[in-house]
């Protein structure tokens, strides 16, 4: 009796219709000039000289059982994206509604666990393996290595080239993005080849607390911006204010971690030789 109770409130909130979220231009202005600008769970804004990458966009108003609580960027704060970086097909990193939203010019690069979801779109994408790189205007986008499960609804790491993360090479030093992932020796590989000035790093069940704190050292980065949350609540809990284990991070490391809140950038010009016991400060 109490199963079919759960199930019964569960039900109501998924059979209940959802309006779209909402654009907000005063929450999401268009994306200053060469900064990293946080839209809420995974998804980012690297702005590059006016060459605008976006990770892991998702604006749905409902996934599975969480709802988003804070609206989305406009048409005008999403004008300047040229690449969309996808890092694998689990709901949370990959909605293709979503990703029709953005500019038609905008090319995915993405693994081939998501190249299904978007063929019959129309959107050009193109499949990328650990290794492999792309060149744009301002430096090159390599996918690298992660440890995750990358097919839509796996529980359990199949193959190496179902779930990547990336490093997007700059003039301003580089940057990357995890996109989900276990701390895994890869890491150390990543951050000796690349040495980011920058860290992206999704902090979930699978990359918190002592683990976090090793992924961000073998990053070498000299600013981590934690993200993997800030957008969706839970039907039947409340949001994530704060990415998981973030508690250990700043205890740790709080001289590298920059935590944004949605709307939030940090310059990418300003981590170049940045020491690593300056903090910089996120600008709105």
């Not at 999403?78 to 709901?91: D, F, K, P, Q, Y």
């Not at 650990?130 to 839509?152: F, I, L, M």
């Not at 809990?237 to 809140?261: C, H, T, W």
């Amino acid at each position: 009796m109490a199963f079919l109770c759960v199930a019964f409130c569960l039900l109501i909130p998924l059979s209940a219709p959802l309006s779209a979220p909402k654009e907000d231009g005063d929450l999401f202005p268009p994306p200053p000039g060469n900064h990293v600008t946080f839209w809420g769970h995974a998804c980012c804004y690297i702005d590059v000289d006016g060459f605008g990458i976006v990770t892991d966009p998702v604006f749905t108003g409902r996934y599975l059982f969480r709802r988003r609580k804070i609206p989305i960027p406009p048409a005008q704060s999403r004008a300047g994206t040229r690449l969309i970086l996808v890092s694998h097909a689990h709901m949370d990193h990959l909605d293709p509604e979503s990703i029709a939203i953005f500019p038609d010019s905008a090319i995915v690069l993405c693994p081939w666990t998501v190249a299904g979801y978007l063929e019959e779109s129309g959107r050009e994408f193109t499949i990328m393996r650990p290794g492999d790189t792309y060149e744009y205007r301002y430096g090159k986008v390599v996918a690298v290595a992660a440890e995750h499960p990358g097919k839509r609804f796996a529980l359990r790491k199949g193959s190496a080239v179902d779930a990547i993360g990336f490093v997007i090479t700059t003039p301003y030093g580089n940057v990357y993005y995890s996109g989900d992932t276990e701390y895994f020796e890869g890491m150390i590989e990543i951050g000796a080849a690349w040495q980011p000035e920058i860290a992206i790093l999704n902090f979930t069940p699978h990359l918190s607390g002592e683990n976090a704190v090793r992924a961000v050292w073998a990053t070498r980065a000299k600013t981590v911006i934690p993200v993997h949350f800030g957008a969706y609540d839970y039907i039947l809990f409340g949001p994530l204010k704060s990415p998981r284990g973030y508690n250990d991070i700043k205890d740790m490391i709080s001289e590298q971690a920059v935590l944004l809140q949605p709307g939030e950038s940090i310059s990418l010009e300003r981590q170049v030789g940045r020491a690593a016991d300056q903090n910089p400060n996120p600008r709105r």
